[in-house]
């Protein structure tokens, strides 16, 4: 009995240092995942709220194409755009011909003007990274799996600084034990986190195989939302049937592969439905918030604003843009509910502006 006791407090000390956003070592997060008694409601709760503070309520959502042959990824490139994605993770394939061509492709759909952004995820780096980032990319997400090692990744996040990019987070390849890879990762975050020429982790890619739990699945992501409380959380889904869910669980990025990208429509009203503002935008990208402050920026509580008030006005250029009839109704409804609800009257009234040009047929607001 004292010791079901001493569990309980220890949750509850825990938790209380989650609110102020310290997170969680790879012991007490493989621990909290591992215990029957810690509802996975709970952590969902506690996770979602802790974003909400950190990063807006809005979820941020992307297109994630792999690197194949030329012709089928210029066409995959092509679709997204008219679909109305701005944000685009290029899984690399490690042949630099074939990258070049893709990066080249893709950087003629996806134009910072428009707030528009290129991520690379690739799991060795090289030299060839500089010809790309010549060609538009702008960030660059390690990929690791089960079972890396750390020298390997540590010497990637090297190249990559080598070569001028970004290095913001890493693609977890999840398909073996979550608990184990919930402590590598966090082992690796930590282990970062001492280096002189450290990576700053300010995103999540967590990409399952297709027979991973779901319940597993979202244990596992509301765990890293808690323990990396400055880090953006995303999956990435092959169907828009649990983008709602995972919303709720602490994801701030969606990012959709396969015939699910150009369902971007489709993934909007799920999100509106549910009371959730769909993001669009790369802001963060082209305002060069992605640096030494940006944990500054989100216990200051000042990249909450910037993310919500960029997640309405892409938002509102996707209504104006791509949005069928239905979304169009109710995202337009979320939208001006959000904006009413600004307290502060110098904000609104430049949103309330923005908008009103939008409709006029302007694009590339940011804030």
Known sequence: ????????????????????????????????????DCATEHLTDVAAALKRDIFSESVTIAASIQVE????????IKRAAECGHKRLHIKLSGDIDKDREAVSSAAKQFD????????????????????????????????????????DVQNSFANVKAAGYKLIGLDIE??????????????????????????????????????????????????????????????????TNDVVDFAKAGVSLVYLSGEAIKALDDVVKR????????????????CDRYSGEYADLCADKQLYNYCYLNSLISLREFVADHASRETRIAATDLILNR??????????????LAMKQIRGGERGFRF
């Open 174 to 239: 999840l398909s073996g034990d979550p608990a184990a890879a919930l402590r590598q990762t966090l082992e690796l975050c930590a282990e970062s986190e001492g280096q002189p020429d450290k990576l700053y982790i300010a995103g999540i890619r967590v990409c399952p195989a297709s027979n991973t739990d779901k319940a597993a699945l979202i244990r596992f992501c509301a765990l890293l939302a808690i323990s990396l409380p400055f880090a953006k959380i995303g999956i990435e889904l092959g169907t």
């Open 271 to 286: 999100l509106t439905d549910a009371h959730i503002l769909s993001g669009l935008c790369a802001a963060c990208v082209a």
């Open 339 to 352: 904006l009413y609800g600004i307290g502060n009257k110098q904000i609104r009234d430049q949103l309330a």
């Open 112 to 151: 910072e003007d428009h707030c528009g952004c290129i991520e690379l995820g690739a799991q060795s780096f090289d030299a060839g990274l500089n010809d790309l980032h010549e060609l538009g990319a702008e960030l660059c997400f390690a990929n690791i799996s089960a079972g890396f090692e750390r020298g």
């Open 1 to 36: 009995m004292e010791n079901n006791k001493q569990n309980a407090y220890d949750k509850s000390e825990l938790f209380k240092r989650v609110e102020n956003f310290t997170g969680l070592n790879p012991d007490e997060a493989v621990s909290m995942f591992a215990d029957s």
């Open 69 to 76: 042959g030329a012709k089928s990824f210029e066409a995959e």
